[in-house]
T-cell receptor
């Protein structure tokens, strides 16, 4: 998956719990993205960051938070405010107009 | 926001046959890209076509773009079992760096 590492591959969340999904890249890309994928739907943008210490909300940011303290890392926290968090989460980085994706994290609710 | 919509939603073909899928979008674009996703994995970039191009080839892939109809097609020739995957179109505009993805076409290639 081209230098983007997502972990863990599977994650379970208890009600009321915050969980953090890790995304690391060694491609030296400035821009990074988080997408959510539900069965039968396309990818929906949660947050994106075009440079270190800066990030913007995407189309479905409510209930999620991010940080971008290092160029290589863009972790996503799914907060207890996200009432329907079960989905496949994809992290990506960009060079030019092309995106490079990690292998995803499947988040489920216990 | 999702702009691209792929058609059909699912496609089943015999190995060796061609697979064609279409993508329609709503607003003007700067470029259109196609990505492949194997089950439970991330997306992989296949091919990009810019708004001033009409056709592009890459190996067994052929992409066309008709900006007057706001549509694109992806043709996979001489399909193989390894082509079994979901295929997504993604559109980008010149004003931002966010790609909008459709819901995808699931292609099954039968041996």
């Amino acid at each position: 998956d081209g230098g983007i590492t997502q972990s863990p591959k599977y994650l379970f969340r208890k009600e009321g719990q915050n969980v953090t999904l890790s995304c690391e890249q060694n491609l030296n890309h400035d821009a990074m993205y988080w997408y959510r994928q539900d069965p039968g739907q396309g990818l929906r943008l949660i947050y994106y960051s075009q440079i270190v210490n800066d990030f913007q909300k995407g189309d479905i940011a409510e209930g999620y938070s991010v940080s971008r303290e290092k160029k290589e890392s863009f972790p996503l926290t799914v907060t207890s405010a996200q009432k329907n968090p079960t989905a496949f989460y994809l992290c990506a980085s960009r060079t030019g107009v092309k995106l490079f994706f990690g292998s995803g994290t499947q988040l489920s609710v216990l | 926001s999702q702009q691209g919509e792929e058609d059909p939603q699912a496609l089943s073909i015999q190995e060796g046959e061609n697979a064609t899928m279409n993508c329609s979008y709503k607003t003007s674009i700067n470029n259109l890209q196609w990505y492949r996703q194997n089950s439970g994995r991330g997306l992989v970039h296949l091919i990009l076509i810019r708004s001033n191009e009409r056709e592009k080839h890459s190996g067994r892939l052929r992409v066309t773009l008709d900006t007057s109809k706001k549509s694109s097609s992806l043709l996979i020739t001489a399909s193989r079992a390894a082509d079994t995957a979901s295929y997504f179109c993604a559109t980008g505009s010149s004003n931002d760096y966010k790609l909008s993805f459709g819901a995808g076409t699931t292609v099954t290639v039968r041996a």
